[in-house]
């Protein structure tokens, strides 16, 4: 009897689904292909938006690319990626002032594989979700956020997270309370702090 493997389906702290998906780069206004596995040994962000010529998208990914030095900084690569083609990818970015010098290569889902695994894959419409992933070097997914199709999101919250998620990595056995930034006083879990977790943070 041939046996029938189930799709991987992203899931927190595991292992990301793997990809492979052309791309159009602004930068170079050239297109290619690339997979997760290229990336290995990277923090990689997996920015999935609804869709090319839309309304919130491109203040997104304005505000992404402004955040370029930052996600460098950091050693991020960032990824766009929507349903549209490559073709549709190039002519927003040459048409919609918002767009002008993305840095970031724009990868096309147009078969949907990636938006459905992800979990972020409005089957309807053919459309995925506004879906961020952060990835480590691992490759295990340490960062999932999906918001509702009107509501942008903010790449400064996006970064607070990546420093946190980099920070724990650093130190295991941390872990960074609410709004932690670099600097900031953290935990380390413990029956012995167990309801004095505030007497904690004091110290």
Known sequence: ME????????????????????YYDPKADDDGNISLDELVWKWVVLFYYPADFTFVCPT??????????????????????????????????????????????????HNLEVADIYNILDEETGIAGRGT?????????????????????????????IEALQFMSAHPGVACPAKWTPGAKTLTPSIKIAGEVGEQLEK
């Open 3 to 22: 046996e029938f493997n189930m799709p991987q389906i992203v899931k927190i702290d595991t292992d990301a689904p793997s990809f492979d998906l052309p």
């Open 60 to 109: 997104e990914l304005k505000d992404m690319a402004e955040a370029k030095a930052k996600f460098d900084e950091l050693g991020v690569e960032v990824l766009a990626a929507s349903t549209d083609t490559v073709f549709s990818h190039r002519a927003w970015v040459k048409h919609e002032s918002l767009m002008k010098g993305f840095p970031y290569k724009m990868l096309a889902d």
């Open 133 to 161: 992933f952060i990835i480590d070097p691992e490759g295990m997914v340490r960062g999932i956020e999906v918001t509702s199709g009107p509501l942008g999101r903010n790449s400064e919250e996006l970064l607070r997270k």
